[in-house]
C-alpha cells in the first residue's frame, strides 16, 4: 500500500505532500503520515521551514466520514494541528483547489496560508449535521470576520481565494507555480515571529449572538448543528482557546451522535452510490453525447432542454406548431432572465446557452442528435406513435429516451426496431431545477445506454437514480399510494390545510395537497381514471375527481385544494372546497373524527415506506439508498431525516410494522396489507439500510 503522504526537501523546505486520492481526505494513514513528516522537519538541523500541499484539484476535502461513529485511531486531527502550532519553523499551507472542512481546519493551525487564484475555501461540516471538530470553530472567528465566520460555518457556503485573501484568511495569492510561490514565500518568514491563530482575539460587537441566533434559529428549521456551531463561536469570544476548544469537541461528539447528523451522512453515501449498477461495471463504454432533440416544448420539454444548455450541449427543440415552439422559448427566456436578475447568471452566459437551442417543428430534425428525449403528452398511443415516427428518423446508435412518468417503457419501446436504444429519463418538475433523474432500465436496453444515460445525469447535473419498470417507477409508484392515504384522511375528518401543517410541521417541504396543486390536479386525476379501467381493485376517495371535475386543477387554473391570488403560489384555504368535501362524508355515511398530527404523519410516510418495501423486494430498486435519494432530490423529503428508508430504520422496522397493523383495523384497512420484506426484517430486528 502506498504512503497517503510523501517527504522531501526543496532548497532548506521541507515539502510534506498529501497523496490520498481523490480529495485527500483526512484518513488515519495521512493524518499518521502528517505528522511523522511535520516532526522530521521540525528535528533535521537542514530544514529551516515547510510546506503543506495537496494536489492541483485538492488541498484537502477534510474528514474521512467513514470513520465517524468508530473508533479513532491516533493521531487524530487535533494531535497533528496541536503539532503543527508548536513548530518553531514557519509552516505554510499551500492551498490548490480547495481545502474543506478539516482541510481548512489544517491550514488554520499552520503559521500561513498561500492558496492558488482559483482554490476554494470553507467548513462544509453543518452539511453533514456536524460542526468544524478541529479548532475551526476557534480559529475562523479569530482570523476573520466574526460574522463571515458564523455565515461561512453554519451554511457551509465556502469563498474563492481572492476573498479570503481580502478577509485574512489567506496571505497571499500565489503567482505562477504553487509550490515554487509557497517555497519562496516561506523561506522569506525564516528568522522572523510567527504568528499563531490561537494568539489572537476574537472580536464582535454588542448583542451579536442574540441576533444571530435568532436568525440561525429560523433558517435551520429542524437542524441542530448551526446553533451548536453559534455557541461555538461565541465560546471563541468569551473563552481562552483551550477551553473553546474543548467546548467545541464535546458539541462535535454529541452532534455526530444525533439522528440527524446520521441520516445527513447517510444521504451523502447514498447520492454517491447511485451510479453503481451491479451488472454494468464501471468500464462500460459510453456514447458520446454532442447533440440533444427534445420533442414537447412545454413546461416540461422546456426544462429538460434548459439542462443541455446549462451544459454546453446543443440542443433542438421541437414541436408541432410555430407558436407552440415560440411559446416554449419564451418561457425558457423568461425562466433565465429571472435568473439573471437574481444575480446568479451573468446577462452572456445567458445568451450563449439561448444560443445553443435550436427551435424546430419538423421531427426530421432529430437525425443528427446522440439522444432524443420524448416529453408529449402522457398518453402511451400518443410516446408510441411518436417513437415509430422517430425509429424511422434517429440516426443508428442514437438513444430514444421518454419523459414518461408512469407509463410503461417496454411497451414503447416494443413499437421500434430498436429496443436496446430506448431508455426512459424521467425529469422531475421543473426540469431545469429539480436534482432527481429516474433513469428506468426497460428489458431489453442496452447495458452502454444504461451506462452513458447514468454519465448524461452527472452532466447535466442531476441525481441519476436507476429503475425498474412499473407503473410509477420508484417515486411516484409510492407517491400514489401517499396520496391515496391524503384523501382517506379528508374522509375521516381532515381539511386539506390540517393535513398540510402536520407534514410541513414534520420536516416535507409541502403537504400533499399543496403538492398537489402544484404539479397540476389534472394530472392525478388522469391517473385515476386510467386505474379505474386496469385496476378497479386500488381503492380511492372520489374526493380528489369531485374538486378536477370543476376544472380546480391547481395552480394552473387559480383553484384547486386552495385558491391561488394572481401572480401567487401562496395557497389560501377554500370554503367551497370544504363544501364538497362534507357533501362527500354525508353522501358516503362517514362520521368525521379528530386526527392528531402524529397519525397524519405516520399514514403518509409508512405508507411511502411500505410501498417502498414491495419496490425493493420486486427489485425495480437497487437498493434501498437508492429509494432515499428518490425522495430527498425529488419530493421535498426533509435531509435530516434521510429519506423514507432511512427514516423508518431510525424508527425501528418493528415498531413501523406495529403501526401499519393497527392501521389494518381502521378505515379503509385493506390497502395496508404489510410488504413481505418489511415484515422478515422487522422480525429479524435488521433494517432497510445495513
Known amino acids: 500500500m502506498s504512503e497517503a503522504a510523501h517527504y522531501s526537501v526543496r532548497d532548506g523546505v521541507a515539502v510534506i505532500t498529501m497523496d490520498n486520492p481523490p480529495v485527500n481526505g483526512l484518513g488515519n494513514a495521512l493524518r499518521a503520515g502528517l505528522l511523522k513528516y511535520l516532526q522530521q522537519a521540525e528535528s533535521d538541523p537542514a530544514v529551516k521551514a ?5 494536489s492541483a484539484k485538492a488541498f484537502s476535502g477534510g474528514a474521512d466520514i467513514r470513520e465517524f461513529n468508530k473508533p479513532r485511531e491516533k493521531p487524530d486531527l487535533p494531535d497533528v494541528n496541536d503539532y503543527q502550532v508548536s513548530m518553531k519553523k514557519p509552516l505554510v499551507a499551500a492551498i490548490g483547489g480547495f481545502a474543506l472542512g478539516g482541510g481548512l481546519e489544517l491550514a488554520l493551525a499552520c503559521h500561513f496560508r498561500v492558496a492558488a487564484p482559483r482554490a476554494q475555501l470553507g467548513l462544509p461540516e453543518v452539511k453533514l449535521g456536524i460542526l468544524p471538530g478541529s479548532g475551526g470553530t476557534q480559529r475562523l472567528p479569530r482570523v476573520v470576520p466574526m460574522a463571515e465566520a458564523v455565515r461561512m460555518m453554519t451554511t457551509g457556503e465556502g469563498i474563492p ?38 494568539d489572537k482575539q476574537a472580536k464582535v460587537e454588542p448583542g451579536f449572538f442574540d441576533k444571530a441566533r435568532a436568525e440561525v434559529a429560523k433558517a435551520s428549521r429542524g437542524y441542530p448543528a448551526p446553533l451548536e456551531i453559534v455557541a461555538c463561536a461565541e465560546a471563541a469570544v468569551s473563552k481562552p482557546f483551550d477551553e473553546g476548544r474543548k467546548f467545541e469537541r464535546e458539541r462535535f461528539a454529541h452532534l455526530v451522535q444525533t439522528t440527524e447528523s446520521k441520516a445527513l451522512r447517510h444521504a451523502f453515501f447514498a447520492e454517491r452510490q447511485t ?47 410555430d ?32 444560443s445553443l437551442i435550436s427551435p424546430k417543428t419538423d421531427l426530421a430534425e432529430t437525425k443528427d442528435a446522440d439522444i432524443v428525449i420524448e416529453a408529449v403528452f402522457e398518453r402511451i398511443d400518443v410516446k408510441q406513435e411518436t417513437f415509430r415516427k422517430l425509429d424511422a428518423i434517429a440516426k443508428p446508435g442514437a438513444i430514444l429516451a421518454t419523459n414518461t412518468s408512469t407509463l410503461d417503457v417496454d411497451q414503447i419501446a416494443a413499437v421500434t426496431k430498436r429496443p436496446q436504444e430506448v431508455i426512459g429519463t424521467h425529469f422531475f418538475s421543473p426540469a431545469n431545477v429539480m436534482r432527481l433523474l429516474e433513469v428506468v432500465r426497460g428489458k431489453r436496453t442496452d447495458k452502454s445506454v444504461l451506462a452513458t444515460t447514468m454519465k448524461l445525469g452527472k452532466t447535466l447535473r442531476k441525481v441519476p437514480v436507476v429503475s425498474g419498470v412499473c407503473d410509477g417507477f420508484i417515486g411516484n409508484r409510492m407517491i400514489e399510494k401517499y396520496g391515496q392515504q391524503s384523501l382517506f384522511l379528508l374522509d375521516e375528518g381532515c381539511t386539506p390545510q390540517q393535513v398540510d401543517a402536520a407534514a410541513q410541521k414534520w420536516g416535507l417541504a409541502m403537504g400533499p395537497f399543496a403538492m398537489g396543486d402544484m404539479a397540476g390536479l389534472d394530472i392525478g386525476w388522469e391517473i385515476r381514471k386510467r386505474r ?11 374526493i380528489g375527481d369531485r374538486v378536477a371535475e370543476l376544472g380546480r386543477f391547481g395552480q394552473k387554473t387559480g383553484r ?62 437497487l437498493r434501498a439508498s437508492d429509494i432515499d435519494m428518490v425522495y430527498l432530490t425529488g419530493y421535498g423529503f426533509p435531509p ?24 389494518q383495523k381502521g378505515y379503509q384497512g385493506a390497502v395496508w396489507k404489510p410488504a413481505p420484506l418489511l415484515v422478515k426484517l422487522a422480525k429479524e430486528g435488521r433494517r432497510f439500510n445495513p
Open 50 to 54: 515547510a510546506v503543506i500541499i495537496g
Open 161 to 198: 481565494a481572492e476573498r479570503a485573501r481580502e478577509l485574512g484568511l489567506v496571505d497571499e495569492i500565489a503567482q505562477g507555480d504553487l509550490l515554487d510561490f509557497s517555497v519562496n514565500f516561506i523561506k522569506g518568514k525564516v528568522g522572523k515571529p510567527l504568528p499563531r491563530i490561537r
Open 275 to 321: 451510479s453503481k449498477i451491479p451488472d454494468v461495471p464501471e468500464d462500460t463504454p459510453v456514447r458520446p453525447i454532442k447533440q440533444a432533440a427534445v420533442i414537447g416544448a412545454g413546461t416540461m420539454g422546456g426544462g429538460i432542454a434548459m439542462n443541455f444548455a446549462n451544459a454546453g450541449i446543443p440542443v433542438t427543440l421541437i414541436d408541432v406548431s
Open 323 to 354: 407558436a407552440a415552439v415560440k411559446k416554449g422559448l419564451e418561457t425558457i427566456r423568461k425562466n433565465y432572465a429571472g435568473t439573471v436578475s437574481r444575480g446568479r447568471l451573468k446577462q452572456e452566459d445567458m445568451d450563449k446557452r439561448l
Open 532 to 542: 379505474y379501467k386496469e385496476r378497479p381493485d386500488f381503492v380511492y376517495s372520489r
Open 560 to 621: 384547486g385544494w386552495y385558491l391561488y391570488e394572481p401572480g401567487s403560489r401562496k395557497p389560501i384555504p377554500d370554503p367551497e372546497v370544504e363544501k364538497i368535501i362534507s357533501a362527500y362524508r354525508s353522501e358516503n355515511k362517514l362520521k368525521p373524527r379528530g386526527i392528531s398530527d402524529d397519525e397524519i404523519v405516520e399514514r403518509l410516510v409508512y405508507a411511502l415506506v411500505n410501498e417502498g418495501a414491495k419496490i425493493l423486494e420486486e427489485g425495480i430498486a
Open 640 to 663: 435530516y431525516r434521510g429519506g423514507p428508508m432511512f427514516y423508518a430504520d431510525t424508527v425501528g422496522l418493528d415498531k413501523v410494522l406495529k403501526k401499519i397493523e393497527e392501521f
